[in-house]
């Protein structure tokens, strides 16, 4: 069974710094388009950065300049570098995958989310 583990969230000061990190857990084929969202109560998901499998990556204005997405596709990983953080990053992040299984099935997976807060 496929899961995506989340790891690397907690509480940071304004102007601090965390990385998230994201694994797949489970046998597959390959891992493709991969990417952070962020979700506050009251309010949808919205994308934060993506990642293609060949390593081309998008961000959302919001976090442009401040985060890094990126991806290690021997060990099926996702990353988000955050620096310069703002309370206004504070949210649940969530890691989305886009995998190809054994037998050559397009899925697409959610991690559970894990909790950013940016606060003094």
């Known amino acids: 069974q496929v899961q995506l583990v989340e790891s690397g969230g907690g509480l940071v000061q304004p102007r601090g710094s965390l990385r998230l990190s994201c694994a797949v857990s489970?046998?597959?084929?390959?891992?493709?388009?991969m990417g952070w969202y962020r979700q506050v109560p009251g309010k949808e998901r919205e994308v934060v950065a993506t990642?293609?499998?060949?390593?081309?990556?998008e961000y959302s204005d919001s976090v442009k300049g401040r985060f890094t997405i990126s991806r290690d596709n021997a060990r099926n990983s996702v990353y988000l570098q955050m620096n310069s953080l703002k309370p206004e990053d504070t949210a649940v992040y969530y890691c989305?995958?886009?995998?190809?299984?054994?037998?050559?099935?397009?899925?697409?997976?959610w991690g559970k989310g894990i909790l950013v807060t940016v606060s003094s």
């Open positions: 989305n995958v886009d995998v190809l299984s054994l037998d050559y099935r397009r899925m697409n997976y």
């Open positions: 489970g046998i597959i084929f390959s891992a493709n388009a």
């Open positions: 990642i293609s499998s060949g390593g081309a990556t």
